[in-house]
């Protein structure tokens, strides 16, 4: 059993592993999905497994940060050209808040 939990503290997906041999000194990966969606932040994993003939129990926890730029990062550039464009026009929008402001045109140093 795979269950995630946000950062507050909320179960937010839970999964299962398939059923696989266990072998001694042997490390094997294994893929799984818990959930689609949108994930960013930090997220606490805990996984439950057992096995052997006796039910032997195998606990582990980790945390996760969890940044998802392949399928938002157009997103980022969109937000970081506006800023960079915010940030060169920025003469042109105090000189456009004057003439809002007094209804004259602005000095002529801006």
Known sequence: ?????????ALVATGT????????????????LVGE?????RYVVM??????EKGEASVARNVIW?????????KVLLGLGFVLWVIIARRRF???????????????DY
């Open 1 to 9: 059993m795979i269950e995630v939990c946000n950062m507050f503290g």
């Open 17 to 32: 592993l398939p059923v696989r041999n266990v072998l001694p000194n042997v490390v094997r990966k294994i893929g799984t």
């Open 37 to 41: 969606g949108f994930w960013l932040g």
């Open 47 to 52: 996984l439950r497994a057992t096995y052997g």
């Open 66 to 74: 969890v940044v998802p730029w392949r399928t938002q990062e157009w």
């Open 94 to 108: 105090r000189a456009f808040w004057i003439v809002l402001k007094t209804g004259l045109p602005p000095p002529k």
